[in-house]
């Protein structure tokens, strides 16, 4: 029977356990349904020392589907986070990591970290910076934790990810126009 590799790099979380490998046969929607478990074990049999990276070889079915999910010994658990499964045969895709949560303009509510004008223009290619707030308070402003722009329509382009129940503090600025301007938020 011919096979397939899937193969993914590690998570860098602390007290990983394992990875489950979820399998469509149905499509990229889904439903998916676990299908293996691959222990963290670095070297172990589902190791790439060469790539450094970890493996899985399943049986050859070209139009199955896969996700990654990594759980931890605490029983936390994180799903992949591609817009897309992967498929076998693919480069190593980066594996999801546990604590962290997208920080984006919908956090908090539908458009809530939108940046617009008092009268609710929305102000394209400002710069979004976030903070712990303990940095930014001590005007540690090189320990950002990310950044990236506004879109046309204020939204992030892209989101920030973030250690949850921490408070963060969001700067907007769009020199010589608007800003900056802070929000702080807890996640």
Same mark, same amino acid.
């Given at each position: 029977?011919?096979?397939?590799?899937?193969? +993914?790099?590690?998570?860098?979380?602390?007290? $990983?356990?394992?990875?489950?490998? #979820?399998?469509? =046969?149905?499509?990229?929607?889904? %439903?998916?349904?676990?299908?293996?478990?691959? #222990?963290?074990?670095?070297?172990?049999?589902? +190791?790439?020392?060469?790539?450094?990276?970890?493996?899985?070889? =399943?049986?050859?079915?070209?139009?199955?589907?896969?996700? #990654?999910?990594?759980?931890?010994?605490?029983?936390?658990?994180?799903?992949?986070?591609?817009?897309?499964?992967?498929?076998?045969?693919? =480069?190593? *895709?980066?594996?999801?990591?546990?604590?962290?949560?997208?920080?984006?303009?919908?956090?908090?509510?539908?458009?809530?970290?939108?940046?617009?004008? %008092?009268?609710?223009?929305? $102000?394209? %290619?400002?710069?979004?910076? *976030?903070?712990?707030?303990?940095?930014?308070?001590?005007?540690?402003?090189?320990?950002?934790?990310?950044?990236?722009?506004?879109?046309?329509?204020?939204? +992030?382009?892209?989101?920030?990810? *973030?250690?949850?129940?921490?408070?963060?503090?969001?700067?907007?600025?769009?020199?010589? %126009?608007?800003?900056?301007?802070? *929000?702080?938020?807890? $996640?």
């Amino acid at each position: 029977m011919a096979t397939q590799q899937i193969k +993914w790099f590690p998570s860098s979380s602390p007290n $990983i356990i394992a990875y489950e490998i #979820l399998k469509s =046969d149905t499509g990229i929607d889904g %439903e998916y349904t676990l299908h293996a478990q691959v #222990l963290h074990q670095i070297p172990g049999n589902n +190791w790439n020392a060469t790539g450094g990276y970890f493996f899985f070889n =399943d049986e050859e079915i070209i139009y199955r589907y896969y996700r #990654l999910r990594v759980l931890d010994r605490y029983g936390n658990t994180a799903m992949d986070e591609a817009p897309t499964p992967f498929k076998a045969g693919n =480069d190593p *895709v980066i594996a999801p990591t546990l604590y962290f949560a997208a920080l984006t303009e919908h956090t908090g509510g539908q458009n809530n970290l939108t940046y617009v004008t %008092e009268g609710g223009t929305p $102000i394209h %290619e400002a710069t979004i910076r *976030v903070y712990k707030k303990i940095d930014y308070d001590l005007r540690n402003l090189s320990k950002v934790v990310g950044t990236t722009l506004t879109t046309p329509s204020g939204t +992030w382009a892209n989101p920030i990810f *973030v250690e949850p129940g921490e408070t963060y503090t969001i700067v907007y600025h769009k020199v010589n %126009e608007y800003g900056p301007n802070t *929000v702080e938020i807890t $996640i």
